[in-house]
């Protein structure tokens, strides 16, 4: 009798063992971390899950992480048509700052252009699904967030300050061409270290 209860316990023990190595082993849906945007988009509760249909489950992670993989690709792509027009912009500007005026309504264009995909690209990096996984240690895509919050505030000043100035105003000028030119060289470098 002593020996059924000691078996009987030892395989109750094991079943109990069998299934919380199997909890373990079951990846997470959503990594432990998250920014804010993607908590407000795509948390357990976030508007995506709530405004379209895409459940918490293996197979709905499984169409997000295709759909991450396109929308980050098309960030990309992007990325690299916005700093064509951005560098465009700035070539533009350094020609009407050195007194080509004529040039002025182009890089005035030109600029607006660069704001609307500009903005367009980021779109499609901050509403991205998050990955399965987010490692804690720093990474490539670590520095390319840290130069694009460098990128984004040039972004909201440059455009500010060139709808400020004024033709005579020759200081704030080179304010606008040196935001410009930093924001320029930050999107660049963001771009570089996460194709590189």
């Known amino acids: 009798m002593r020996f059924s209860h000691i078996l009987t316990g030892g395989l109750l ?17 959503l990594p432990s971390q998250m920014g804010p945007m993607e908590s407000l988009m795509w948390s357990e509760h976030g508007a995506m899950r709530k405004i379209f249909d895409f459940p918490l489950t293996p197979e709905g992670r499984e169409k997000e992480m295709r759909l991450r993989r ?12 916005t700093l064509a027009a951005m560098t465009a912009t700035v070539i ?36 991205t699904p998050p ?13 390319h967030k840290l130069l694009a919050a460098i990128h984004f505030t040039g972004m909201m000043v440059t455009p ?10 020759r200081q704030m000028q ?11 060289a930050a999107f660049a470098a963001a771009l570089l270290v996460v194709t590189f």
């Open 131 to 143: 990955p399965m996984i987010r490692r804690g240690e720093w990474s490539t895509v670590s520095t």
């Open 174 to 184: 080179t304010v606008h061409l040196a935001s410009a030119y930093t924001t320029t």
């Open 13 to 29: 023990v094991l079943c109990i063992a069998a299934i919380h190595a199997q909890e373990d082993t079951t990846m997470p849906l």
């Open 70 to 81: 396109n929308m980050l690709g098309l960030h990309q792509l992007g990325g690299f048509a």
């Open 92 to 127: 533009l500007g350094q020609k009407v700052y050195n007194g080509d005026r004529d040039l002025l309504q182009l890089h005035s264009a030109m600029a607006w252009t660069t704001v609307g995909m500009y903005f367009t690209t980021a779109s499609l990096g901050l509403f």
């Open 160 to 169: 500010y300050l060139g709808s400020q100035l004024a033709k005579d105003n």
